[in-house]
């Protein structure tokens, strides 16, 4: 099993920047890759980001240049550096994690941009 808790959520003006973490416990030495997701209210959870093990990275294609990921394997600790941050960012961030088959989920942290 694989905890995953995501912290660093708040509220910042646009054009502001946040840092995410998301802890990993349990079983989390063999986790695989990592990766960011968000839900705004009334949308679908949408991709974000995701790290490899190795720190191969990919992103959406909207936020590559504003965002950053990253993950440091002796902490077991991912993170998201988010910057110019536009009240369209606005939503819930989730942490998102795979281990062998198994796909893991934290509880989300509220990331909110006023304009």
């Known amino acids: 099993q694989v905890q995953l808790v995501e912290s660093g959520g708040g509220l910042v003006q646009a054009g502001g920047s946040l840092r995410l973490s998301c802890a990993a416990s349990?079983?989390?030495?063999?986790?695989?890759?990592m990766g960011w997701y968000r839900q705004a209210p009334g949308k679908q959870r949408e991709f974000v980001a995701a790290?490899?093990?190795?720190?191969?990275?990919r992103y959406a294609g909207s936020l590559k240049g504003r965002f950053t990921i990253s993950r440091d394997n002796a902490k077991n600790t991912m993170y998201l550096q988010m910057n110019s941050l536009q009240p369209e960012d606005t939503a819930v961030y989730y942490c998102?994690?795979?281990?062998?088959?198994?796909?893991?989920w934290g509880q989300g942290t509220q990331v909110t941009v006023s304009s």
């Open positions: 998102n994690a795979y281990r062998n088959v198994m796909e893991y």
């Open positions: 790290i490899g093990r190795s720190g191969s990275t």
């Open positions: 349990g079983s989390a030495s063999s986790i695989n890759s």
